[in-house]
């Protein structure tokens, strides 16, 4: 499927000079030391990543400016600025000295986007704790499963949380200190090894001594989505800020003026990567929205708080498409100027559509857990085109190997989508998994586990997870590719899409669907549906059956799960469900 690309004279993002001028140029003279300088190491070398995101403004006139926008779900809102951060986190950090929580110990959030949440981490990695956040919407098993792996000393959660914990305390012998937040003020009674957020804040001077840490002292680990298998515990060190500051300065664009709006949460590593580390170290203004999607609600925030730059998700974005353009012609969304999305391919027409009814085409980046930060983008000084996730960020070297992994393959063919090791940001390890670790590498590579090709312009084009690809009499075909014309019927809001067994070809293609609003299932609409597809497709990718379900299987970040599309079609074991959005 080929469309128009989108120039980059026809949309209307001038008004602010880009940060990245000339993407060939800057690729050419890029160095990470450069970034470096931008950036405030302590003397012996020895970066911190929360004095970097937070403690260095405050030396600055950024000081007083707002870091945090926050919006509660029930409308409160509050404000925050780098100064108040700094003392917060400061206090939150010594209370942790206090219980004896020491550098390299794992210590775990489990609560919703309040600011507490993010002054906690923040106060964690000043001590040089190694942070773990988790979504709220976790069950007690993906709780034990994460806290237990890497044997994490310290939870902060909340009265409503902490019922769920209790029920696998048991499991987690490491877990000594359960800090309580209860913004709320509701009645609870304090536990064993359990403590009030609030007492050990008040009780905690507003100056701390920073832990010193190293460039490769472990900082973060972030368990992965889950979307192919159990997650894994991805961990990153201090030195990753680096990546987290350039590609928030130079793929989202961001601008000393901006508000910039993350709709991820902490649990999900865009939502620290992007949501905490990338805006702050630029010292920008973020909004943090504890409630969660809403067509309505998500367009009435732009409109309050004025947003900017928002970073968002495709299954997000299909969600608007299918609230359509009422809700938008409802709010002022013109303060808006670049908007940027990550997690799952970015379907063509969700970028054609947010040009014409929002009036800017969303801006697609590809990275994963493991890489920490953005490595593939679409810049704002260049064409877009849709369907492609853009081009390799400066001082990152992606490539597409063939199926040994061996040989680069040249533009327009499929392969292995790799990446030449070492950039700062790039993963250390999988906790307690080393050796899966090293199988990511071969030679100087890293194998993403995604298939993808190059184009002769060097624009990346994303084909399917290597674990989704389906063979069908020998082609391979990429969900990616028939979800995409799917969603272009009038009446298809969602697509997933598997391979099932075929004792001729292989495999052969069916599509699970959902409808948008007003569509009722029918033969008829499946046989219409059907030959759609038969239109846009090769004859190979072309669905042979079609399911009509109310919605699709989906990670807590937004990803279709269609390895339980599949396990559920073949009646085989579900895997790890931890994940899963209910
Ligand atoms: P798991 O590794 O547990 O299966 P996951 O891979 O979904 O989960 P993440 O690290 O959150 O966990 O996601 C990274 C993956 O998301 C990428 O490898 C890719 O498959 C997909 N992805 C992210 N951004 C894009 C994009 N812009 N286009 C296509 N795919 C993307
Ligand atoms: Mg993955």
């Known amino acids: 499927m080929d469309y128009e690309p989108i120039r980059k004279t026809e949309i209307n993002e001038t008004a602010v000079r880009p940060n990245l001028l000339d993407y060939g140029k800057a690729r050419q003279g890029f160095g990470w030391e ?18 970097e ?29 780098f100064h108040d951060l700094s003392k917060l986190s400061n206090r939150f950090a010594g209370a942790l000295r206090n219980l004896d929580v020491r550098k390299g110990d794992r210590v775990f959030t489990y609560m919703d986007r309040t600011p507490e949440q993010y002054i906690a981490l923040l106060g964690a990695l000043k001590i040089g704790g190694v942070i773990g956040p988790l979504f709220s919407a976790f069950g007690p098993d993906a709780v034990k499963d994460r806290l237990g792996d890497c044997e994490a000393k310290v939870l902060i959660t909340t009265p409503r949380l902490v019922n769920t914990v209790h029920e696998v305390l048991d499991d987690l012998p490491a877990l000594n200190t359960i800090i309580i937040v209860n913004r709320r003020g509701v009645p609870y009674d304090l536990k064993d090894k359990e403590f009030s957020y609030e007492t050990l804040m008040d009780a905690a001077p507003e100056e701390f001594e920073i832990e010193k840490t190293h460039a490769e002292d472990y900082a973060i680990i972030h368990y992965t989505s889950g979307t192919t298998g159990k997650p894994k515990g991805v961990v990153h060190v201090h030195e990753a800020i680096m990546g987290h500051y350039a590609t928030a300065k130079y793929v989202l664009d961001l601008h000393q003026d901006d508000i910039y709006w993350c709709t991820a949460d902490p649990g999900w590593v865009t939502g620290t990567s992007y949501g905490i580390f990338g805006p702050w170290s630029n010292a920008v203004s973020q909004v943090v929205y504890e409630g969660g999607f809403g067509a309505g609600h998500w367009y009435r925030v732009i409109e309050k708080y004025k947003v900017t730059v928002w970073y968002t998700a495709p299954t997000a974005i299909r969600m608007l498409m299918k609230s359509g353009e009422k809700p938008v012609r409802k709010h002022d969304l013109t303060s ?14 969700a970028v054609l559509w947010s040009k014409e009814v929002i009036g800017l085409p969303f801006h697609d980046n590809w990275w994963q857990t493991e890489t920490g930060c ?4 679409n810049y704002p000084v260049q064409d877009i085109r849709p369907g492609s996730m ?10 597409i190997l063939d199926d040994n992994c061996e040989k680069e393959l040249p533009p327009g ?41 190059m184009d002769e312009d060097g624009y990346f084009w994303f084909v399917g997870r290597a674990d989704d690809v389906i063979n069908s009499g020998g082609h391979l075909i990429g969900p990616f590719e028939v979800e995409s014309a799917l969603i272009e019927h009038p009446a298809v809001a969602e697509a997933g899409v598997i391979g099932i067994p075929d004792p001729l070809v292989m495999e052969v293609i069916k599509a699970f669907v959902s409808l948008k609003d007003g569509y009722e299932p029918s033969d008829e609409l499946m046989r219409d549906i059907k030959k759609f597809a038969r239109k846009k497709l090769h004859a190979v990718a072309c669905p042979r059956k079609i399911q009509f379900i109310p919605g699709l299987p989906k990670t807590k970040s937004g990803k279709i799960m269609r390895r339980l599309l599949k396990a559920r079609e073949l009646g085989l074991p579900e895997g790890d469900t931890s994940t899963l959005e209910e």
């Open 390 to 399: 853009g081009r390799p960020f400066m001082g990152v070297t992606p490539t």
């Open 413 to 453: 063919e499929e392969g292995h989508l790799a990446l030449k090791a070492g950039w700062p940001s790039m993963f250390r390890t999988y906790w307690n998994k080393k050796e899966l670790y090293e199988s990511r590498f071969k030679g100087d590579w890293y194998i993403t586990g995604d298939r993808a090709t």
């Open 53 to 81: 995101v937070v403690d260095r403004h405050v030396k600055t006139p950024m000081k007083d400016k707002i870091a945090l926008y926050w919006e509660g779900k029930n409308g409160e809102s509050e404000e925050y600025t």
């Open 34 to 51: 450069d970034i470096n300088k931008e950036l405030d190491r302590f003397d012996d070398g020895g970066i911190n990543i929360a004095y």
């Open 336 to 349: 808006l100027r670049y908007m940027c999305s990550v997690g799952e391919p970015l379907n063509p027409e």
């Open 374 to 377: 953005i490595q593939i983008a």
